[in-house]
């Protein structure tokens, strides 16, 4: 498709599981971002990254959060050891820079559940 | 302090009302500006950029202040439709390589 696309969906895990959510940006997008969305806030800044560097991750909350993008394209978050202020909706963004003109294209979301 | 401030509201307002939303931003850097908009259980999506001169895009005009660190949003003759959460976002470094901060967004409620 032509829009980013976040998978899954939705996801339930246990207190103490692992959880790998997965980000296919724009083909030709750059710049990709990861935040994190709890209910009635506005999205949190994570991490983000130019092709597949990883210019910041001041936003990651802890250790057991882990991002990559080894080619530059597909994008995983990783969290470890789950809790359950982990629960979020974890959104993707890929960027469209040109000149000034900057346009965030979002995912739909995964929303995360830690029981 | 948050980088990105807005009011949360709710703003409840009737069809045809105009309303504003403010926000302010703690970096002074900052190099570009934007508003988004979310629907329930959406993604956001721009709604639009904020130039320097101020701008226009039919009943939405946005303004920027660089010297009080303020943006906002003028939305006249308001639509049911127009009922949503709208995020104030700043862009923090250069225009090729910055990070966009979303403020906690300021949720508008437009009644018959």
């Known amino acids: 498709g032509a829009g980013v696309s976040q998978s899954p969906r939705y996801k339930v895990a246990k207190r103490g599981q692992d959880v790998a959510l997965r980000c296919d940006p724009i083909s030709g997008h750059v710049s990709l971002f990861w935040y994190q969305q709890a209910l009635g806030q506005g999205p949190e800044f994570l991490t983000y990254?130019?092709?597949?560097?990883?210019?910041?991750k001041s936003g990651l909350p802890s250790d057991r959060f882990f991002a990559e993008r080894p080619e530059g394209s597909v994008s995983t978050l990783k969290i470890q050891r789950t809790q359950q202020e982990d629960s979020a909706v974890y959104l993707c963004?890929?960027?469209?820079?040109?000149?000034?003109?900057?346009?965030?294209?979002f995912g739909q979301g995964t929303r995360l559940t830690v029981v | 302090r948050k980088e990105v401030e807005q009011d949360p509201g709710p703003f409840n307002v009737p069809e045809g009302a105009t309303v504003a939303f403010n926000c302010t931003y703690s970096n002074s850097a900052s190099q570009s500006f934007f508003w988004y908009r979310q629907d329930c259980r959406k993604e956001p999506k721009l709604l639009m950029s904020?130039?320097?001169s101020g701008n226009e895009d039919g009943r939405f005009t946005a303004q920027l202040n660089r010297a009080s660190q303020y943006i906002s949003l003028l939305i006249r003759d308001s639509k049911l439709s127009d009922s949503a959460t709208y995020l104030c976002v700043v862009n923090k470094g250069s225009s090729n390589t910055g990070k966009l901060i979303f403020g906690q967004g300021t949720t508008l409620q437009v009644k018959p």
């Open positions: 990254f130019q092709n597949e560097a990883q210019l910041d």
């Open positions: 963004a890929s960027l469209r820079r040109e000149g000034p003109n900057t346009e965030a294209f």
């Open positions: 904020v130039y320097s």
